[in-house]
């Protein structure tokens, strides 16, 4: 019983990878598509936009190869050779995931988005002067 559980779950976690590089395959199509549909020639504003959408697709298709490297490991016998294998592969992929979406964002998840402070009227009035 335990083994054919342990063949249905290696054979969910191939088709979430397979998810997974799909979704970045198909977020690259996208961002071109949308890139271009959107202006109608490549500008620089084009190639933000295609280069934000490619980056989108590409940290959440990491999620998902995470998600599907830890399923494979739960169903092999826990060696600690598998578990640091999954554990540098997660590592190398969270770190990607990091610097993707710093990359994207220009701050660390953990950093409040930069505010612009409201003039006061008191403030207006002063550089009115």
Request: overall charge positive.
């Amino acid at each position: 019983m335990v083994e054919i559980l342990a063949h249905y779950i290696d054979f969910i976690a191939k088709i979430v990878e397979v998810i997974g590089v799909l979704i970045m395959f198909f977020g690259l199509l996208y961002a071109f598509y949308r890139g271009v549909r959107s202006t109608g020639r490549f500008t620089h504003d084009t190639y933000v936009e295609i280069r934000q959408t490619v980056g989108k697709s590409i940290l959440l298709g990491l999620e998902v190869l995470i998600a599907a490297d830890i399923m494979a490991t739960v169903v092999t016998e826990p060696t600690l050779r598998s578990v640091l294998v999954l554990g540098f592969i997660v590592l190398i992929r969270t770190f990607l995931s990091l610097s993707l979406q710093v990359e994207l964002e220009g701050r660390f998840p953990w950093q409040h988005s930069k505010s612009v402070p409201k003039k006061t009227s008191k403030t207006k009035h002063a550089d009115e002067l």
